[in-house]
């Protein structure tokens, strides 16, 4: 159980256009979903939490309009990197989380590659 | 401010036991301290999870001392197949009702035969 996936796992764009992100939790209901971005050799940085049918809470130096977060059922939250650029390429990681539920389940991640 | 160190590499060899330590001052007192596993290309995969004292599952044991200021993940007999890079998360006061998660700096683990 606890399983969350994300679509697509690999995705090249060309700069300047917009790329949309899938976290989905297939087995349970997640309330709170988070988002994470990973540079080379680098740790995960969370960028963004949601919670279902609110607003999502941005990083400080993260922005909000650039990296739009929709979270509107409790399987699906979705990431669009609007205007890619090559500094945007990077990993992109979910994780989600039940109501009442410490531990975060992570998806597989997503390779972006803006060229 | 909200920060975590953990060594960045260890080495060791096949059938011995691996300690790896975080260090994280400040962190929330009504959470978690939780660790995570790493391949490269993939998401984290949880491995275990403690308050305090110590926790062992069929796969680890973590070591959380009483001030909590650090953890310390303990794999009994390592593998050439759990080199990979070990994260801890911790939680900080987020300066309202929701904890701030972070992660640690990361450990990659080079396991040889």
């Known amino acids: 159980g606890a399983v969350v996936s994300q679509h697509p796992s690999r995705v090249i764009c060309k700069s300047g256009t917009s790329v949309k992100i899938e976290c989905r939790s297939l087995d349970f209901q997640a309330t709170t979903m988070f988002w994470y971005r990973q540079f080379p050799k680098q740790s995960l940085m969370l960028m963004a939490t949601s919670n279902e049918g609110s607003k999502a809470t941005y990083e400080q130096g993260v922005e909000k309009d650039k990296f739009l977060i929709n979270h509107a059922s409790l399987t699906l939250s979705t990431l669009t990197v609007t205007s890619a650029h090559p500094e945007d390429s990077s990993f992109y990681i979910c994780s989600a989380r039940s109501q009442g539920v410490r531990e975060q389940y992570f998806g597989p991640g997503t390779r972006l590659t803006v060229t | 401010l909200a920060k975590t160190t953990q060594p960045i590499s260890m080495d060791s060899y096949e059938g011995q036991e691996v300690n790896i330590t975080c260090s994280h001052n400040?962190?929330?007192?009504?959470?978690?301290i939780t660790w995570y596993q790493q391949f490269p290309s993939q998401g984290p995969r949880f491995i275990i999870q403690?308050?305090?004292t110590k926790v062992t599952n069929e796969v680890a044991s973590l070591f959380i001392p009483a001030d909590r200021k650090s953890s310390t993940l303990s794999l009994p007999r390592v593998s050439l197949s759990d080199t990979a890079v070990y994260y801890c998360?911790?939680?900080?006061?987020?300066?309202?009702?929701?904890?701030?998660?972070?992660f640690g700096t990361g450990t990659l683990l080079a396991v040889q035969p």
């Open positions: 403690g308050y305090k």
């Open positions: 400040n962190i929330a007192t009504n959470d978690y």
């Open positions: 998360l911790v939680a900080f006061l987020g300066g309202g009702a929701t904890n701030k998660l972070i």
